[in-house]
């Protein structure tokens, strides 16, 4: 291999599509300056991707007018940034099965303040969570090796943290109806246990049990009440802080809930 449109090649020959610049210039013994102009042209012709400084996507021929999907790339680009990380929130969620609603972005839970970025119409987003229970993960096959997502009970907590942020309880709620089929009871109770925001468990509790999935519900309430929680409002996108009480979440109806079933 002398060029790198000739290591680009073999490297999709063998399954991969991403790889870094120290590796690049290893294998084909060229200066810094000569990798740079010929990155610079392959990205040109669109099939190149810097998705970090240094670390590049290689996008194939089948792909020259779209992009490849995230589960291509992601795994190797947050091993690269050296960040334990999940894809997680609507995203997990589609993986799960509740694919009553696309996300319009891709969704990726980390441990630190990562910048978000889009390939051509393809949006990636971050977001922050210094714990980030990886025992409550799975790992999904994908063309290039492996991807780590949320299980169903830490997705459905996670949504409710973040509901504010992905489109708003309403949506969550939607997610939740489908999602909650393959919720186990006792997991949920665990991550409950470990998850760092009581206030989110009440509010998950307070939905399922408006869905009336009780057998995911009544045990959930059970661990809730032994930690003597606080009254929290149901939204917390919104100024309205008064409403119905609901005892068996502490929970403050502050608004109606439109949730699709």
Do not use: C
């Not at 809730?224 to 917390?236: A, D, E, F, I």
Request: charged share 20%; no cysteine; hydrophobic share 40%.
């Amino acid at each position: 291999m002398k060029t790198l449109t000739e290591f680009n090649e073999y490297l999709q020959s063998i399954g991969r599509y991403t790889f870094d610049k120290k590796e690049a210039l290893n294998k084909l013994k060229i200066s810094n300056n000569a990798f740079n102009l010929a990155a610079h042209k392959l990205s040109i012709k669109e099939k190149l991707i810097s998705l970090r400084s240094g670390f590049y996507l290689i996008i194939p021929a089948e792909y020259l007018h779209s992009v490849p999907p995230p589960t291509w790339y992601l795994d190797d680009l947050m091993a690269y940034l050296k960040q334990p990380y999940y894809v997680g929130l609507l995203s997990a969620g589609a993986f799960l099965g509740a694919a009553h609603h696309q996300p319009q972005e891709f969704q990726v839970v980390t441990n630190k303040t990562t910048r978000n970025f889009a390939i051509k119409s393809s949006r990636h987003r971050f977001f922050v969570k210094a714990n980030l229970q990886l025992q409550f993960t799975q790992k999904k096959s994908s063309p290039t090796g492996k991807i780590i997502i949320s299980g169903p009970e830490l997705t459905a907590v996670d949504l409710l943290r973040y509901a504010s942020k992905i489109g708003g309880l309403d949506l969550v709620g939607t997610v939740l109806n489908e999602l909650a089929e393959v919720i186990d009871a006792k997991t949920l109770v665990k991550v409950a246990r470990e998850y760092k925001s009581l206030a989110t468990v009440q509010r998950l509790g307070f939905i399922l049990e408006y869905l009336k999935f009780k057998s995911l519900a009544e045990p959930l309430s059970k661990w809730v009440l032994q930690q003597k929680p606080s009254m929290v409002v149901l939204r917390t996108d919104t100024a309205r802080m008064s409403g119905t009480r609901n005892f068996n979440w502490n929970v403050i109806v502050n608004d109606e809930l439109e949730i699709e079933t």
